[in-house]
């Protein structure tokens, strides 16, 4: 008797990103299944301008890609859009300046199946262009938290840059992703709401990902803009007078703290500038000033 294998879709939200997202497109094609699951891809693009249309048209795979354009602006939106036309029990997720091991989507799934959860995050590892400043590597400013597979994940570590869930725990929830964190923070949101319902989410320390560092990217300046930004978005989660008083509290003991590194330490010094602009992102949004008006920082 025959049996239906699984289908696990690739979701691929992109924003003029042409040569990242052929990059990836080529190691999605090289995903290693051992028969236990088939896959297509499924590319969203948030530029009116179908940038990614002729990268995706071009791309000569031996899995099914399939392009969809959301106009607007809103990382959300286009987050709904690729889940739209993601027709599939499984769900993966993984961003446009990333590309996956070759066995990403396998040790995502088993894990999956193996913990009986509803979902399942991997690690994402620095990928420089070019060789990184001291400071940046010393202070592990591109580092992200890593667990032993089957750590439980919380609604603060939850992301979409690699990501697997099972399809039916959305059912039912328009909108997956709220247009009211189309300027970020879309997924923190998700797993806030996903983790209360009950959802279980877990890591799996072998499904690897490499997210691309360009020299833009290990600048003072992207950090420090990046961080006033995060400190923006995450009033929309926290913005009660408990929370905002700690924001005060903690910059004024980082102003007490940055000048004793400033020179001899250097990267202590940038952590806690980073830190700083982390908190004062949140004040001043509180306060109806708006640091950053970009929705996301390239460079």
């Not at 071009?58 to 890609?65: G, T």
Request: hydrophobic share 40%; glycine share 6%; with cysteine.
């Amino acid at each position: 008797m025959y049996v239906a294998i699984p289908h696990i879709s690739v979701c691929i939200c992109t924003y003029k990103r042409q040569s990242q997202l052929a990059y990836l497109l080529q190691h999605l094609d090289r995903q290693q299944t051992d028969g236990l699951f088939t896959y297509s891809i499924v590319v969203a693009d948030n530029d009116a301008e179908r940038s990614a249309e002729e990268v995706v048209s071009s791309a000569q795979l031996s899995v099914p890609v399939d392009y969809f354009v959301q106009p607007q602006q809103n990382i959300a939106l286009v987050r709904n859009t690729a889940l739209e036309h993601a027709k599939s029990e499984y769900i993966a997720w993984i961003d446009d300046d990333e590309f996956p091991v070759s066995r990403w989507l396998l040790e995502l799934y088993q894990t999956c199946n193996t913990y009986r959860v509803d979902g399942v995050l991997g690690p994402v590892i620095p990928y420089f262009e070019t060789p990184p400043p001291q400071w940046l590597t010393k202070g592990k400013f591109c580092d992200r938290p890593t667990h032993q597979t089957g750590f439980r994940i919380g609604c603060n570590e939850g992301r979409t840059g690699n990501l697997l869930f099972r399809r039916d725990i959305v059912e039912g929830i328009d909108p997956v992703f709220r247009p009211e964190f189309g300027g970020g923070g879309e997924d923190r949101d998700f797993f806030r709401r996903m983790i209360a319902a009950g959802r279980e989410f877990i890591w799996c320390n072998q499904a690897e990902a490499y997210e691309w560092v360009p020299p833009s990217r290990m600048k003072r300046r992207f950090m420090l803009r990046r961080a006033l930004l995060r400190g923006k978005m995450s009033l929309a989660h926290r913005r009660g007078a408990l929370d905002l008083a700690r924001s005060v509290l903690a910059i004024a003991a980082y102003s007490v703290l940055l000048p004793l590194f400033v020179i001899t330490q250097h990267h202590l010094f940038m952590k806690y500038l980073i830190k700083s602009c982390d908190h004062a992102g949140k004040l001043l949004a509180f306060a109806g000033i708006n640091p950053i008006r970009e929705t996301y920082i390239s460079q």
